[in-house]
């Protein structure tokens, strides 16, 4: 081959690789530049999904809390209820007590007019009234006004007036 052709092949060759490597630099560059918005794309993505997780995150922290709160609320509302309960069966138990001895009373009262008389009470002993009228401390008194005034009933118990006298069990 003569020099000059082989120079032209050179040149031709050198052109060829040129060509090649300009090419290839232009489609590594392509690739590179597409590869870089896939990265902006990704990480855009992941910032969201991060947000997205905190999100999730603090809603279910919020559930937690709420459901802990429910449970406490609960356990109070079950003492509160328990307390009430206790409260209404002392209730009970007491008025129970008081109607026993209510009927106990009535009782006495119905024997009484069974029989005739009246009574009173003075603390747990009850009393026969004898009389309708009677004079005390420069004052007229009834059976009403002592079956009205306790402490009236009392004053005389205590000083052992005659037209009140004591009834045994049998008799109240």
């Known amino acids: 081959m003569s020099n ?3 120079t032209e092949t050179k040149k031709v060759a050198y052109l060829v690789v040129g060509t090649i490597s300009d090419a290839a630099k232009v489609l590594i560059e392509g ?5 870089t918005f896939e990265i902006v794309d990704l990480e855009s993505i992941d910032q969201d999904l991060q947000k997205q997780l905190s999100v999730k995150d603090t809603a279910i ?8 709160d429910l449970g406490k609320l609960h356990g ?5 209820k328990d307390k009430e309960i206790a409260t209404l069966t002392g209730s009970v138990t007491r008025l129970t007590e ?6 106990a009373e009535l009782g006495s009262a119905q024997s009484a007019a069974d029989q005739g008389f009246q009574t009173v009470k003075s603390g747990k002993k009850t009393y026969r009234i004898y009389g309708k009228k009677w004079r005390y401390e420069g004052r007229d008194i009834t059976a009403d006004d002592l079956k009205k005034d306790p402490a ?16 045994n069990e049998k008799e109240g």
């Open 31 to 35: 690739l590179v530049a597409d590869k």
């Open 61 to 68: 922290e919020q559930l937690l809390k709420a459901g802990e």
């Open 76 to 80: 109070k509302n079950i003492a509160e």
């Open 98 to 103: 008081e109607l026993g001895t209510l009927s």
């Open 4 to 6: 000059t052709k082989k």
């Open 152 to 167: 009236l009933v009392a004053s005389l118990v205590k000083i052992g007036v005659g037209f009140l006298v004591e009834l």
